[in-house]
């Protein structure tokens, strides 16, 4: 993870779910992420719907020049990113696994800035498939962000890690995890991506 403010919000991520899969919507207290809520999201799990934002981050709305809220987190990606990145949420919330994808974001004027995300997934009042936690942030700042808005995405990286250490439904209990270096899997196919699970 190459931008702070994704590697400070998975590290809360996986020290609130405490052993579990995933933490509970209730558990996520603002102030403990008050550094990175800016670049912090939340996303209703509606395939139909293309994970349409629950919340955005102030410096989220920046980057896009608007308020995301109802926005389809799948509207913003190129073709034929969408379909990996609607594939990619099904591995979060059908596996518990996180997802950590590069970005390359285009404005109307043809400037482009290099961007990380992270997909967490989350528990919401019981329900295994009704939120995602995120994080968006430039890799590095160009200053035009803020006044250019970034009207589309696509997809440079994508790599999934498993944090319970092997791909598994929300219902098992899950082992002690593992820390995310040591995580090691198979390659397999997301998309267009070939995905090789765990990692830096």
């Known amino acids: 993870m190459k ?43 509606d395939p139909a719907g293309g994970f349409p934002f629950r919340l955005a981050g102030s410096r989220i709305c920046a980057v896009a020049g608007a308020e995301m809220k109802g926005v389809p987190f799948a509207s913003l990606w190129a073709e034929p990113d969408r379909t990996t990145i609607v594939d ?19 404005t109307e004027l043809a400037r482009r800035v290099d961007l990380e ?18 994080a968006l942030s430039p890799v590095e700042t160009p200053y035009w962000i803020g006044a250019c808005p970034v009207t589309r995405l696509e997809l440079s990286s994508l790599r999934m890690i498993w944090p319970t250490g ?35």
């Open 88 to 106: 990619t949420l099904a591995s979060v919330t059908d596996d518990a696994a996180v997802a950590v994808l590069g970005a390359v974001g285009f």
């Open 117 to 134: 995300l992270a997909l967490l997934p989350l528990r919401h009042r019981g329900r295994t498939h009704a939120r995602v936690l995120g």
């Open 166 to 200: 092997r791909r598994r439904g929300f219902a098992e209990t899950p082992p002690e995890a593992p820390p995310p270096h040591m995580i090691l899997g198979a390659a397999r196919r997301i998309g267009r991506f070939l995905v090789f699970d765990g990692g830096r």
């Open 3 to 45: 931008a702070a403010s994704t590697r400070e919000l998975f590290a809360y991520w996986n020290r609130l779910r405490s052993g579990r899969s995933a933490p509970e919507r209730a558990d996520v207290d603002p102030g403990a992420i008050r550094t990175v809520l800016g670049d912090t999201f939340i996303l209703a799990v």
